[in-house]
Protein backbone atom coordinates (compact mmCIF):
# COMPACT_ATOMS: atom_id res chain seq x y z
CA UNK A 1 0.00 0.00 0.00
CA UNK A 2 2.90 2.23 0.83
CA UNK A 3 4.49 1.27 -2.62
CA UNK A 4 0.90 2.58 -4.46
CA UNK A 5 1.21 5.93 -2.47
CA UNK A 6 4.56 6.35 -3.18
CA UNK A 7 4.49 5.48 -7.15
CA UNK A 8 1.07 7.54 -7.14
CA UNK A 9 2.63 10.75 -7.00
CA UNK A 10 4.47 10.31 -10.86
CA UNK A 11 1.52 9.81 -12.16
CA UNK A 12 -0.52 12.99 -13.52
CA UNK A 13 -3.20 13.91 -11.84
CA UNK A 14 -5.29 17.45 -12.72
CA UNK A 15 -8.34 17.83 -10.29
CA UNK A 16 -9.96 19.93 -13.37
CA UNK A 17 -10.10 16.78 -15.46
CA UNK A 18 -9.38 14.07 -13.29
CA UNK A 19 -11.93 12.43 -10.48
CA UNK A 20 -10.15 10.61 -7.20
CA UNK A 21 -11.68 7.33 -8.86
CA UNK A 22 -9.80 7.95 -12.32
CA UNK A 23 -6.38 8.42 -10.51
CA UNK A 24 -6.50 5.64 -8.24
CA UNK A 25 -7.73 3.22 -11.16
CA UNK A 26 -4.86 4.63 -13.22
CA UNK A 27 -2.52 4.16 -10.43
CA UNK A 28 -2.73 0.40 -9.62
CA UNK A 29 -3.36 -0.64 -13.24
CA UNK A 30 0.21 0.61 -14.07
CA UNK A 31 1.19 -1.16 -10.53
CA UNK A 32 -0.53 -4.28 -11.39
CA UNK A 33 1.09 -4.62 -14.74
CA UNK A 34 4.59 -4.19 -13.36
CA UNK A 35 4.04 -6.61 -10.14
CA UNK A 36 2.27 -9.26 -12.44
CA UNK A 37 4.95 -8.83 -14.86
CA UNK A 38 7.74 -9.22 -12.12
CA UNK A 39 6.25 -12.01 -10.02
CA UNK A 40 5.94 -14.35 -13.18
CA UNK A 41 9.54 -13.53 -14.05
CA UNK A 42 10.42 -14.40 -10.57
CA UNK A 43 8.62 -17.83 -11.09
CA UNK A 44 10.28 -18.09 -14.53
CA UNK A 45 13.84 -17.54 -13.21
CA UNK A 46 13.00 -19.96 -10.43
CA UNK A 47 12.14 -23.06 -12.87
CA UNK A 48 15.82 -21.99 -14.91
CA UNK A 49 17.90 -22.10 -11.51
CA UNK A 50 15.54 -25.68 -10.63
CA UNK A 51 16.28 -27.57 -14.01
CA UNK A 52 19.82 -25.57 -14.19
CA UNK A 53 20.51 -27.20 -10.44
CA UNK A 54 18.40 -30.25 -11.93
CA UNK A 55 20.76 -33.73 -11.21
CA UNK A 56 20.15 -36.49 -13.89
CA UNK B 1 28.66 -18.52 -29.53
CA UNK B 2 30.65 -15.41 -28.16
CA UNK B 3 27.63 -12.85 -30.37
CA UNK B 4 24.93 -14.92 -28.44
CA UNK B 5 26.56 -14.46 -25.24
CA UNK B 6 26.58 -10.61 -26.02
CA UNK B 7 23.23 -10.67 -27.12
CA UNK B 8 22.04 -12.49 -23.35
CA UNK B 9 23.60 -9.29 -22.03
CA UNK B 10 22.54 -6.48 -23.97
CA UNK B 11 18.73 -7.56 -24.66
CA UNK B 12 17.53 -7.36 -21.25
CA UNK B 13 19.31 -3.82 -21.00
CA UNK B 14 17.64 -2.87 -24.39
CA UNK B 15 14.05 -4.48 -22.87
CA UNK B 16 14.40 -2.23 -19.54
CA UNK B 17 15.53 0.99 -21.89
CA UNK B 18 12.49 1.05 -24.10
CA UNK B 19 10.32 -0.21 -20.81
CA UNK B 20 11.60 2.72 -19.16
CA UNK B 21 11.29 4.84 -22.22
CA UNK B 22 7.50 4.00 -22.78
CA UNK B 23 6.66 4.84 -19.29
CA UNK B 24 7.94 7.80 -19.90
CA UNK B 25 5.67 8.39 -22.88
CA UNK B 26 2.78 7.06 -21.36
CA UNK B 27 3.31 9.24 -18.26
CA UNK B 28 4.04 12.56 -20.11
CA UNK B 29 1.89 12.97 -23.19
CA UNK B 30 -1.04 15.29 -23.38
CA UNK B 31 -4.20 13.86 -21.53
CA UNK B 32 -6.89 12.33 -23.85
CA UNK B 33 -9.70 15.03 -24.54
CA UNK B 34 -12.30 13.21 -23.44
CA UNK B 35 -11.19 11.00 -20.90
CA UNK B 36 -8.38 12.88 -19.05
CA UNK B 37 -5.48 10.75 -17.01
CA UNK B 38 -7.67 7.57 -16.42
CA UNK B 39 -7.03 7.14 -21.16
CA UNK B 40 -3.68 6.74 -20.00
CA UNK B 41 -4.64 2.97 -19.12
CA UNK B 42 -4.84 2.46 -22.28
CA UNK B 43 -1.41 2.97 -23.14
CA UNK B 44 -0.73 -0.28 -21.26
CA UNK B 45 -3.95 -2.09 -22.16
CA UNK B 46 -3.09 -1.82 -25.92
CA UNK B 47 0.19 -2.89 -26.23
CA UNK B 48 -1.27 -6.12 -23.82
CA UNK B 49 -2.95 -7.13 -26.05
CA UNK B 50 -1.09 -7.09 -29.09
CA UNK B 51 1.57 -9.03 -26.99
CA UNK B 52 -1.12 -11.74 -25.91
CA UNK B 53 -1.70 -12.25 -29.49
CA UNK B 54 2.01 -12.64 -30.82
CA UNK B 55 2.28 -15.25 -27.46
CA UNK B 56 -0.70 -17.17 -29.28
CA UNK B 57 0.28 -17.05 -32.38
CA UNK B 58 4.00 -18.78 -31.70
CA UNK B 59 2.13 -20.99 -29.36
CA UNK B 60 0.08 -21.84 -32.44
CA UNK B 61 2.58 -22.31 -35.06
CA UNK B 62 4.98 -23.96 -32.41
CA UNK B 63 2.25 -26.36 -32.43
CA UNK B 64 1.21 -27.00 -35.85
CA UNK B 65 5.51 -27.52 -36.25
CA UNK B 66 5.36 -30.00 -33.55
CA UNK B 67 2.50 -31.91 -35.19
CA UNK B 68 4.58 -32.38 -38.50
CA UNK B 69 7.56 -33.08 -36.67
CA UNK B 70 7.16 -34.96 -33.71
CA UNK B 71 7.73 -38.78 -35.80
CA UNK B 72 10.36 -37.81 -38.15
CA UNK B 73 12.52 -35.23 -36.40
CA UNK B 74 12.40 -35.51 -32.45
CA UNK B 75 15.03 -33.20 -31.59
CA UNK B 76 13.17 -29.64 -33.28
CA UNK B 77 9.77 -31.14 -31.93
CA UNK B 78 11.33 -31.05 -28.60
CA UNK B 79 12.69 -27.60 -29.18
CA UNK B 80 9.50 -26.22 -30.65
CA UNK B 81 7.15 -27.86 -28.10
CA UNK B 82 9.35 -25.96 -25.48
CA UNK B 83 8.63 -22.93 -26.79
CA UNK B 84 5.28 -23.33 -27.13
CA UNK B 85 5.03 -23.63 -23.04
CA UNK B 86 7.05 -20.98 -22.52
CA UNK B 87 4.97 -18.69 -25.57
CA UNK B 88 1.74 -19.81 -23.89
CA UNK B 89 2.55 -19.18 -20.08
CA UNK B 90 3.58 -15.35 -21.10
CA UNK B 91 0.30 -15.31 -23.22
CA UNK B 92 -1.92 -16.21 -20.23
CA UNK B 93 -0.16 -13.69 -18.30
CA UNK B 94 -0.40 -10.83 -20.94
CA UNK B 95 -4.28 -11.78 -21.38
CA UNK B 96 -5.10 -11.33 -17.65
CA UNK B 97 -3.36 -8.22 -17.84
CA UNK B 98 -5.43 -7.15 -20.64
CA UNK B 99 -8.77 -7.91 -18.79
CA UNK B 100 -7.36 -6.24 -15.35
CA UNK B 101 -6.38 -3.43 -17.33
CA UNK B 102 -9.58 -2.83 -19.17
CA UNK B 103 -11.56 -3.32 -16.51
CA UNK B 104 -9.87 -0.57 -13.79
CA UNK B 105 -10.68 1.38 -16.96
CA UNK B 106 -13.92 0.38 -17.48
CA UNK B 107 -15.24 1.17 -14.15
CA UNK B 108 -14.24 4.96 -14.26
CA UNK B 109 -15.22 5.62 -18.07
CA UNK B 110 -18.06 3.02 -18.23
CA UNK B 111 -19.12 2.80 -14.49
CA UNK B 112 -18.96 -1.02 -14.87
CA UNK B 113 -15.96 -3.72 -14.22
CA UNK B 114 -17.20 -6.03 -16.43
CA UNK B 115 -20.06 -6.91 -19.15
CA UNK B 116 -21.25 -10.16 -20.61
CA UNK B 117 -20.84 -8.75 -24.20
CA UNK B 118 -18.80 -10.38 -27.41
CA UNK B 119 -16.04 -9.27 -26.81
CA UNK B 120 -15.40 -9.45 -22.99
CA UNK B 121 -16.88 -13.19 -23.10
CA UNK B 122 -14.65 -14.79 -26.30
CA UNK B 123 -11.93 -13.07 -23.91
CA UNK B 124 -12.65 -14.63 -20.76
CA UNK B 125 -12.84 -17.82 -22.82
CA UNK B 126 -10.15 -17.70 -24.35
CA UNK B 127 -7.85 -17.09 -21.35
CA UNK B 128 -9.48 -20.03 -19.61
CA UNK B 129 -8.97 -22.29 -22.70
CA UNK B 130 -5.64 -21.49 -22.22
CA UNK B 131 -5.36 -21.51 -18.47
CA UNK B 132 -6.84 -25.41 -19.53
CA UNK B 133 -4.28 -25.55 -22.27
CA UNK B 134 -0.98 -25.26 -19.35
CA UNK B 135 -3.22 -27.37 -16.32
CA UNK B 136 -3.21 -30.60 -19.41
CA UNK B 137 0.83 -30.15 -19.65
CA UNK B 138 1.02 -29.83 -15.69
CA UNK B 139 -0.81 -32.79 -15.03
CA UNK B 140 0.47 -35.30 -17.89
CA UNK B 141 3.46 -36.82 -19.08
CA UNK B 142 5.01 -37.73 -22.03
CA UNK B 143 5.09 -37.64 -25.94
CA UNK B 144 1.36 -38.76 -25.74
CA UNK B 145 0.38 -35.02 -23.34
CA UNK B 146 2.53 -33.05 -25.85
CA UNK B 147 0.64 -34.42 -29.17
CA UNK B 148 -2.81 -33.70 -27.14
CA UNK B 149 -1.36 -30.54 -25.94
CA UNK B 150 -1.01 -28.99 -29.50
CA UNK B 151 -3.68 -30.47 -30.86
CA UNK B 152 -5.55 -28.50 -27.78
CA UNK B 153 -2.94 -25.53 -28.72
CA UNK B 154 -5.07 -25.67 -32.12
CA UNK B 155 -8.84 -25.08 -31.12
CA UNK B 156 -7.38 -22.95 -28.40
CA UNK B 157 -6.39 -20.18 -31.29
CA UNK B 158 -9.64 -20.34 -33.32
CA UNK B 159 -11.36 -18.12 -30.30
CA UNK B 160 -8.34 -15.78 -31.02
CA UNK B 161 -10.40 -14.14 -34.44
CA UNK B 162 -13.10 -14.47 -33.18
CA UNK B 163 -12.61 -11.88 -29.82
CA UNK B 164 -10.76 -9.43 -32.22
CA UNK B 165 -13.89 -9.47 -34.75
CA UNK B 166 -16.04 -9.33 -32.13
CA UNK B 167 -16.52 -5.90 -31.88
CA UNK B 168 -17.38 -5.93 -35.60
CA UNK B 169 -19.75 -9.03 -35.91
CA UNK B 170 -22.05 -8.12 -32.96
CA UNK B 171 -22.85 -4.93 -30.93
CA UNK B 172 -20.68 -4.57 -28.12
CA UNK B 173 -19.43 -2.53 -25.47
CA UNK B 174 -16.40 -2.87 -26.02
CA UNK B 175 -14.93 0.32 -28.46
CA UNK B 176 -14.24 -0.77 -32.18
CA UNK B 177 -10.88 -1.47 -33.44
CA UNK B 178 -8.35 1.53 -32.99
CA UNK B 179 -5.85 -0.29 -35.32
CA UNK B 180 -6.90 -1.39 -38.65
CA UNK B 181 -10.59 -0.68 -37.75
CA UNK B 182 -11.07 1.03 -40.81
CA UNK B 183 -11.10 5.19 -41.53
CA UNK B 184 -11.27 7.02 -38.32
CA UNK B 185 -10.23 4.77 -36.12
CA UNK B 186 -6.77 5.45 -35.52
CA UNK B 187 -4.93 7.03 -32.23
CA UNK B 188 -4.85 10.98 -32.45
CA UNK B 189 -1.46 11.84 -33.55
CA UNK B 190 -0.09 13.28 -30.60
CA UNK B 191 -1.22 9.72 -28.99
CA UNK B 192 0.44 7.55 -30.99
CA UNK B 193 3.70 7.57 -29.87
CA UNK B 194 2.50 6.27 -26.34
CA UNK B 195 0.97 3.11 -27.56
CA UNK B 196 3.72 2.18 -29.89
CA UNK B 197 6.80 2.94 -27.71
CA UNK B 198 4.73 0.55 -25.24
CA UNK B 199 4.20 -2.21 -27.85
CA UNK B 200 7.63 -2.36 -28.88
CA UNK B 201 8.77 -2.40 -25.26
CA UNK B 202 6.40 -5.57 -24.45
CA UNK B 203 6.87 -7.20 -27.29
CA UNK B 204 11.02 -6.42 -26.11
CA UNK B 205 9.91 -8.29 -22.60
CA UNK B 206 7.65 -11.04 -23.92
CA UNK B 207 10.66 -12.38 -25.96
CA UNK B 208 13.11 -12.30 -22.97
CA UNK B 209 10.27 -13.63 -20.72
CA UNK B 210 9.60 -16.44 -23.02
CA UNK B 211 13.49 -17.17 -23.42
CA UNK B 212 14.06 -17.19 -20.14
CA UNK B 213 10.77 -19.93 -19.77
CA UNK B 214 12.11 -21.76 -23.21
CA UNK B 215 15.57 -22.06 -21.76
CA UNK B 216 14.46 -23.44 -17.89
CA UNK B 217 11.94 -25.91 -20.15
CA UNK B 218 14.93 -27.29 -22.56
CA UNK B 219 17.14 -28.05 -19.47
CA UNK B 220 14.31 -29.70 -17.88
CA UNK B 221 13.44 -31.89 -21.33
CA UNK B 222 17.38 -33.22 -21.42
CA UNK B 223 17.42 -33.36 -17.77
CA UNK B 224 14.64 -35.84 -18.29
CA UNK B 225 16.19 -37.59 -21.25
CA UNK B 226 19.54 -38.21 -19.44
CA UNK B 227 17.39 -39.56 -16.59
CA UNK B 228 15.11 -42.28 -18.97
CA UNK B 229 18.64 -43.29 -20.43
CA UNK B 230 20.16 -43.69 -17.41
CA UNK B 231 17.17 -45.83 -16.22
CA UNK B 232 17.45 -47.98 -19.52
CA UNK B 233 21.00 -48.41 -19.01
CA UNK B 234 20.45 -49.65 -15.76
CA UNK B 235 17.52 -52.09 -16.70
CA UNK B 236 19.73 -53.54 -19.35
Known amino acids: MTLISAAASIFPYDPKIDSVMDHQHLVIAYCLTWFVHLCYLGYVSRKWYAAKNQKP | ?236
Request: charge should be positive; charged fraction near 10%; hydrophobic fraction near 55%.
Open chain 2, 1 to 236: MHRFRLLLWIWPLFTLALLAYGLHVALTVPPDADQGDVGRILYYHVPTWVATLFCFLTNLICSIVYLVTRGSFPKISLRVDALAVASAEMGVVFCFLGMATGSLWGRPVWGIWWTWDARLTATLVLWLIYVSYLVLRNFAVGNGMRTLAAVVAIFAYCDVPIVYMATRWWRTQHPAPVFFGGPGSSVAPNLLPAVQWNIFAWLAWGMLVVGIRYAAERRRQTAEQNFAAQALEAIA
